[in-house]
């Protein structure tokens, strides 16, 4: 008997308990019917039976109450509870069968049965959830130490009472032995060596009551030994049979599991010893081994599993000793006990609060008293924690979340999230409100209450405007909530009174108080939109006039009904009514109808100034029957008039009640032509055909029909100086007018209109000098000295001061050569030339050398472009574009590339449009991705990009725009959220700064995270020995995706030989990393194995099977995917990937083999032994073990023919035939 029920039981009755079928045999089996063994030993037997209740008819039950009334030991064995320890412990309990020790069936073998009974096994063969924890560590027995030693023949082994002393605790006995003895003492039992023997060795009672053992003589079943009662053998078989029928029952009942029959035998084997050959009463035995089982250790740590779930602590020792004496007399049974932790206050609390993390609100005591009948009946909090988060109820729970938090009806593609929730739920990662608040966030990111946002205040939705909808929405609001809670916000009050302001163009009145919360309820209910308001205000204002008043002073006409809707469409889309006149001031119609009235009322074309004056005037506040009057009134009216009077009378200074008469005429409404024909047709012009008249024909008193003629072509537009054109025209007057016009204006062959023009002059008295004068100070002249400016100075227009400067020399004599060196060597030609370099080379202050080298070009003749060429192609434009593209690529240029961009200058670019060229270019864009990728694991939106182009095109570096986004808490919060993802745990404020920094030295941050995370694999494992040879060489990792090939044989039609054109492999997808085959996997199963999220996002969802049991893209499928996009990993992230899998692999490969083969376990393996034996599991997935093909490998390994396992490993298949003869060389070595 083992060491683990310490009870005295002396080698001299060995014999005893194994000569006959009838008593309880050595191997612990039961024997036959007590009853029927005694009875037939003849009628003194039946009489002895006769004197014991209920033995006859083979009441145990009755025999054994009536033997615990009578014990006079029960009191004291009641009021003195010991605890042995029943089951030390010094290892973990799996609950797995081992076969090395059910191999042998000595008397230990009560041991292996008493590890089997802690609890029966899943379907796995492994230990239920939340019972490994509750179980002791039972190494206390193996086939050796269960064997009972030599000890037992030992003539000083103490069989007696033990001495008790003032403390109440035993007082060790001495003990004589030996040096050659292997027994010693351990608290209150002994402690054996190994050795063949099988004695039952035992210490003394350790629960004996100070008075010692009772004696048979007095109430005993059948009287004293030797007496008219039982026999102490027929106690003993007696005792046996009670204890064997009653006995599973009572364990139960005290351990709320079942002991084995084996553990049940080697206690009958400890009653009957004592009752036997220590004259212990059949009761007082048995009652002595319940009260062992209830004090156990075992006992104990059954107890605490259930006070620590259920109370959440262990408990106390009084606790456990109250309660083991009750479990022992039977008055509280261990269901009892869990049913009492089950509802307790300690236990309804944690019930209660395990149920508002799972729905989110208070239980009520309905769903407590539940909780607690579920944990009394078994379940662990656990338990209960799953089996509520995978209710009916959560999961409606769960689907009315979708539908309050994205608006939306559950959908089956939700349900895999569904289950996902369910299992975190359960599993306490989180709670109800965490898992709400996850989901509204997740969300907000991905846009969800964009469209609300967008509805509510018309405006696109910023960040803050997310955090806020996804907290308000995560901490309970529904979606229609937060739509009307935002639209009855006070921004959305103060959006619609700004509206009132910028569609009807007046202040916020309490009278539209009404109005506004009208609005605010139909924005909150969804009826309408911000824009869809706005648009109705607008509409309504136009249908009620509102816009009229605006449009007629604009155009000066009244308004039409397609006049109104444009502008109902316009402001309803966003205009104010200040925009509306401001636009309408400025458009088409108002520009046409601005020119008509300038030529009408100044008798000459608008220029661009001009109509955008009166524009601006009419849209900030005039209008346009006050803008003609004013026009009337100014020097463009007065001017009008004077030219009017010049032209059809000859008056070149009229009187001021002339000017008062014409201009209060134009501004009512008349034009020029009005005027010309009234002056045409007054004495005024009268008298203006008479002098022309008189002056050039000599006729003082024309006559009427000459009057009518000519004032009707006065009165059609005709001036004076038409009257006056039939002067003669002279060979000399040509020659003059031709070489005045060749010195002055740089003409050298004159129209023959302008013969004509000054022919009639010279005809009219006029000398050379006047000529010159004429036509220096005349367009002529004027476009001459323009030409020069603009050729030499690149000035287009010259100021009226430089025009009266240069055309004064021309007028004086000057030639166009003068002209062209004074300009040149004036401020115009320096500015001119600081102009380009400025412009072509950024250089805002040349040298006194620049200066002179290139105004000495310009005096010359060269002309500004002939300037910009020679700077471009100069060391100055070489520099100024390696400036800039080192502040827009953050690189030098190639050759080609400066050439390029120097001949972009040359051609009249600016140095600016270069910059802003390569801002825009494909490179920065490209850039710019990579800085979002690097810094927000994330994509650069458009907008994003154009933004950054935006700046890097005007004043911004990309080194400043770089350092920008690594510091910006965007990136402190992605580089959080990665440390948080490899290390669970928060990160620091030194590590987060040295990972920006890091960053910013282009140092890899991500690859040394990956590879600090990156799980080793174990030093048994060969793993680098053959595993991934022929990946792309020996060792080798793939960073590229790839599909491995599979040979194809092709005939050629030539040689008739079969080629080999190797095709994708129709069995694998994209493979990256040491050959993980990316289509075998559930993108959530490279999750499960520990790969992070943000290594995770960069192989696409497609590459993965879409659910379980089923594939991704495989073969030429695949391929077809690699043409078209790239997978490219950096070395750390491929191993990171790779060790996860294998890591992953190995692991379940390993337990499959422990399974089969418990008694030689894999550790034990040599290591070329487990590298085959993973590495092909690897290769053909990690369940292999499981089928024929691999348990046939390893029964041939286990059973060490090496050479068999080689040869069968060919039959793994031809396409793995190269890795498969790596293996076999491993295999051989």
């Given amino acids: 008997m083992s060491e683990i029920f310490p009870a005295l039981l002396p080698e001299t009755h060995k014999s005893d308990l194994l000569t006959s079928a009838n008593a309880l045999s050595y191997t612990g ?31 145990t039950n009755a025999q054994l109450d009536a033997l615990q009334t009578r014990s006079a030991m029960l009191a004291d064995l009641t009021s003195r509870v010991a605890s042995p320890v029943l089951f030390p412990s010094s290892g973990a309990v799996t609950g797995r069968t081992d076969d090395s020790v059910l191999s042998v069936a000595p008397a230990g073998s009560a041991t292996d049965s008493l590890v089997r009974v802690s609890s029966p096994l899943n379907t796995e063969g492994n230990t239920p959830s939340g019972i490994a924890t509750a179980l002791p560590d039972l190494k206390f027995i193996s086939n050796q130490t269960a064997r009972l030693t030599d000890t037992a023949h030992h003539d000083s082994a103490y069989f007696g009472v033990p001495k008790i002393g003032e403390d109440g605790s035993e007082i060790p006995q001495s003990v004589s032995i030996n040096e050659h003895s292997a ?75 079942t002991l084995s029959p084996q553990v049940m035998r080697d206690f009958a084997d400890v009653i009957h010893g004592a009752v036997k050959k220590h004259g212990e009463s059949p009761a007082q035995s048995i009652q002595r081994q319940r009260y062992k089982i209830a004090t156990s250790q075992y006992g104990e740590e059954l107890r605490n599993s259930v006070s620590n779930d259920l109370l959440g602590r262990n408990l106390t020792a009084d606790e456990h000793k109250n309660l083991a004496v009750k479990l022992a007399e ?8 869990r049913r009492d932790a089950a509802y307790s206050e300690a236990a309804r609390h944690k019930i209660a609060e395990i149920f508002k993390q799972s729905h989110g609100f208070d239980a009520t005591p309905q769903d407590i008293d539940y909780g607690s009948m579920k944990t009394a009946d078994g379940w662990s909090m656990q338990d ?6 995978h209710s009916d109820r959560v999961a409606s729970e769960l689907k009315d979340m979708i539908s309050t938090v994205q608006g939306r009806p559950y959908r089956e593609s939700d349900a895999s999230w569904l289950r996902s ?38 405006t696109p939705i910023e960040e803050a405007d997310r955090n806020y909808a996804a907290i308000r929405i995560g901490d309970g609001w529904s979606m229609q909530d937060y739509r009307w809670n935002e639209a009855h916000s006070d921004r959305v009050t103060s959006e619609l009174k700004d509206m009132i302001s910028t569609v009807q ?13 009208g609005k605010q309820d139909s924005l909150g209910t969804g009826q309408r939109t911000m824009l869809q308001t706005r648009q109705d205000f607008a509409r309504w204002t136009a249908d009620h006039g509102g816009y009229d008043a605006c449009f007629q002073a604009v155009h000066g006409t009244p308004i039409q009904e397609a006049d109104r809707i444009y502008a109902a469409i316009m402001i ?31 008798g000459k074309e608008a220029g661009d100034g001009d109509v955008k004056w009166l524009q601006y005037a009419i849209a900030t506040g005039s209008d346009y029957t006050t803008a003609r009057a004013n026009l009337a009134w100014s020097d463009f009216g007065k001017n009008a008039v004077k030219s009017v009077y010049e032209r059809t009378a000859g008056i070149k200074n009229p009187t001021d009640f002339q000017f008062m008469v014409y201009q209060e005429r134009l501004a009512k409404g008349a034009d020029i032509a009005d005027i010309t024909r009234s002056i045409a047709n007054s004495w005024e012009g009268h008298d203006a055909v008479k002098a022309v008249y008189e002056r050039t024909a000599g006729i003082k008193s024309p006559t009427d029909f000459q009057f009518m003629v000519y004032q009707e072509r006065l009165a059609k537009g005709a001036d004076i100086a038409d009257i006056t054109r039939s002067i003669a025209n002279s060979w000399e007057g040509h020659d003059a007018v031709k070489a005045v016009y060749e010195r002055t204006a740089g003409i050298k062959n004159p129209t023959d209109f302008q013969f004509m023009v000054y022919q009639a002059r010279l005809a009219k008295g006029a000398d050379i000098a006047d000529i010159t004068r004429s036509i220096a100070n005349s367009w002529e002249g004027h476009d001459a000295v323009k030409a020069v400016y603009e050729r030499t100075a690149g000035i287009k227009n010259p100021t009226d001061f430089q025009f009266m400067v240069y055309q004064a020399r021309l007028a004086k004599g000057a030639d166009i050569a003068d002209i062209t060196r004074s300009i040149a060597y004036s401020w115009e030609g320096r500015d001119a030339v600081k102009a380009v370099f400025e412009r072509i080379a950024g250089i805002k202050n040349p040298t006194d050398f620049q200066f002179k080298f290139y105004q000495e070009r310009l005096a010359e003749g060269a002309d500004i472009a002939n300037i910009t060429r020679g700077i471009a192609g100069s060391w100055e434009g070489r520099d100024a574009v390696k400036a800039t593209a080192h502040a827009t690529l953050d690189r030098d240029l190639t050759a080609e590339e400066s050439g390029h961009y120097r001949e972009e200058l040359a051609n009249g670019r600016t140095l600016s449009d270069v910059r802003n060229r390569m801002a825009r270019s494909s490179e920065v864009r490209s850039n710019i991705g990579k800085l979002f990728q690097l810094a927000y694991g994330d994509p650069a939106t458009e907008t994003e990009v154009s933004a950054l182009q935006q700046k890097l095109g005007t004043e911004a570096s990309w080194d400043s725009l770089r350092k920008t986004q690594i510091y910006s808490t965007r990136a402190r919060d992605y580089l959080s959220s990665i440390h948080k993802q490899a290390f669970h745990s928060e990160i620091t404020a030194s590590t987060l700064a040295q990972y920006q920094d890091d960053i910013v030295h282009h140092r890899d941050v991500y690859g040394k995270i990956l590879e600090l995370i990156t799980p080793k694999a174990p030093p048994t494992l060969q793993r680098d020995q053959w595993t991934y040879v022929n990946e792309d060489g020996p060792h080798g990792i793939a960073l590229d995706g790839y599909v491995p090939k599979q040979n194809h044989y092709v005939k050629d039609p030539v040689t008739g ?29 490279l999750k499960s194995m520990g790969i992070p999220d943000f290594l995770l996002k960069k192989l696409p969802d497609e590459l993965f099977a879409p659910k379980s049991g089923s594939k991704g893209l495989l073969g030429q499928v695949a391929q077809d995917w690699l043409d078209k996009h790239k997978l490219k990993l950096s070395r750390q992230e491929a191993e990171m990937i790779s060790a996860k899998v294998y890591e992953h692999h190995s692991d379940q490969i390993i337990k499959d083999y422990n399974k089969r083969f418990t008694e030689v376990p894999f550790h034990m393996l040599n290591t070329n032994l487990q590298t085959v034996i993973v590495d092909l599991g690897f290769r053909r997935g990690p369940g292999y073990l499981r089928g024929i093909p691999g348990q046939t490998l390893i029964d041939k390994i286990h059973a060490g023919d090496i050479h068999g396992a080689s040869e069968y490993i060919k039959s793994f298949g031809p396409s793995d035939s190269r890795y498969l003869k790596n293996a076999r060389k491993v295999l051989e070595k």
């Fill in 29 to 59: 089996r039961g024997s036959d019917s007590l009853v029927e063994n005694v009875l037939a030993q003849g009628s003194e037997r039946k009489a002895d039976f006769a004197h014991t209740p209920g033995v006859i008819m083979g009441d």
């Fill in 505 to 517: 163009g007046r202040p916020y009145r309490e009278l539209d108080a009404s109005w506004i919360r």
């Fill in 572 to 602: 309803g889309n966003g205009w104010s009514v200040q925009d509306y006149r401001w636009n309408e001031a400025h458009g088409d119609r108002a520009a046409r109808e601005i020119r008509e009235m300038f030529r009408n009322v100044s």
């Fill in 384 to 389: 209960y924690r799953w089996h509520e988060a």
């Fill in 421 to 458: 929730r369910q299992d975190s739920l359960g599993t306490g990662q989180r709670t109800m409100l965490q898992t709400r608040q996850d989901f509204a966030r997740w969300t907000a990111d991905h846009g969800g209450y964009d469209a609300c946002f967008q509805a509510v205040h018309g």
């Fill in 330 to 337: 039977g008055s509280k049974t261990f269901a009892q006990f």
């Fill in 183 to 257: 027994r010693s003492r351990s608290f209150a039992f002994s402690v054996y060596s190994p050795t063949p023997s099988a004695a039952y060795d035992q210490a003394v009672y350790a629960d004996a009551s100070n008075s010692g053992m009772m004696s048979w003589g007095t109430g005993g079943i059948g009287g004293t030994i030797g007496g008219g009662g039982f026999t102490p053998k027929e106690a003993a078989n007696f005792a046996v049979d009670v204890w064997l029928r009653r006995g599973p029952e009572w364990a139960k009942d005290i351990l709320g599991t």
């Fill in 1057 to 1085: 030989h079969n080629v080999n054109h190797p095709v994708p492999d129709v069995h694998s997808g994209v493979t990256i990393g040491h050959g993980i085959d990316l289509g075998q996997f559930l993108k959530s199963e």
